[in-house]
């Protein structure tokens, strides 16, 4: 199994999406709304929120946008604040409120049903190895972040990380022998990301999971958000990220049947 990182592992509501608003803001004087951002991100396109920033500043037509390093310079300000290649311990951003999704015994439990785990996360590095490595526990998770592979909805990260996963656990290679491989993310763009992977390794049997991010359960939203999950061409949209153990026991019970 693998997972995305914002909105699956940490809610990242108070944190990314916050930095995105604030550099928004920051720049044109216009704060975007959560459902703002949801819409753009519905699109599947833009899984790169410095990216995502400098596309909601395009459509507020701000007259003249701001170089692209700049606004990543002033993102990573709202979001580190501090050197994101420095000690963890002195960064004073939006990344200090992030809540945990899951807890280590999460992983345990996969583990214990026989399936292997890793991270395919469009989160930065540093942020990614922080709350994985610092917050969770985890000793050196097998993780592709951004800058390892192309950007979602490219699948080459998926399959890197799915074939590495493979061949650790002996389970060969990506193809018709292989066991199913599932990944959880909450973005339309997480879904292309597994369609993807079907075209380019047809013979693999690939599972999209979906789960709705934090800020939305208990909205009215989350059922569209959800619905648009579905739409894009999940398999199953789960209530919570936890929920994903015991749906991947039934999965696997049912292909032993």
């Known amino acids: 199994m693998l997972l995305d990182i914002d909105g699956v592992i940490r809610d990242v509501g108070g944190s990314y999406r916050r930095a995105l608003a604030e550099t928004v803001h920051h720049y ?3 704060r975007p709304e959560p459902g703002t951002i949801d819409s753009l991100k519905a699109e599947g396109r833009w899984n790169n929120d410095w990216e995502a920033s400098l596309e909601l500043l395009r459509r507020h037509r701000l007259e003249s946008l701001p170089d692209f390093a700049a606004l990543v310079g002033v993102f990573s300000g709202f979001y580190f604040g501090g050197d994101p290649a420095g000690d963890p311990a002195q960064w004073q951003g939006f990344i200090g409120d992030e809540p945990l999704l899951v807890d280590a015994a ?17 989160a930065e590095p ?3 190895r922080y709350v994985l490595e610092r917050r969770l526990g985890l000793n050196d998770p097998p993780l592709i972040a951004m800058g390892d592979a192309p950007d979602k909805p490219d699948p080459a990260g998926l399959l890197q990380l799915a074939g590495e996963l493979l061949q650790r656990h002996g389970g060969g290679a990506l193809g018709p ?3 199913p491989i599932a990944y959880l993310g ?3 763009a997480d879904v292309q990301t597994v369609l993807n992977a079907r075209a380019a390794c047809p013979d693999q ?11 939305l359960h208990g909205s009215a939203a989350r059922a569209h958000y959800e619905n648009q999950l579905h739409q894009a061409g999940a398999d199953a949209v789960l209530e919570h990220t936890t929920a994903a153990v015991q749906h991947l026991e039934d999965l696997l019970a ?3 049947s």
């Open 106 to 122: 999460f992983f345990t439990a996969l583990e214990q049903a026989g399936i292997a785990w890793g991270f395919v996360s469009g």
């Open 186 to 188: 909450d973005t339309v």
């Open 205 to 215: 049997a690939f599972v999209s999971l979906g789960v709705a991010p934090p800020h």
């Open 126 to 128: 540093p942020s990614a």
């Open 28 to 30: 044109s004087g216009w």
């Open 254 to 256: 049912e292909l032993a």
């Open 177 to 179: 022998c292989g066991p």
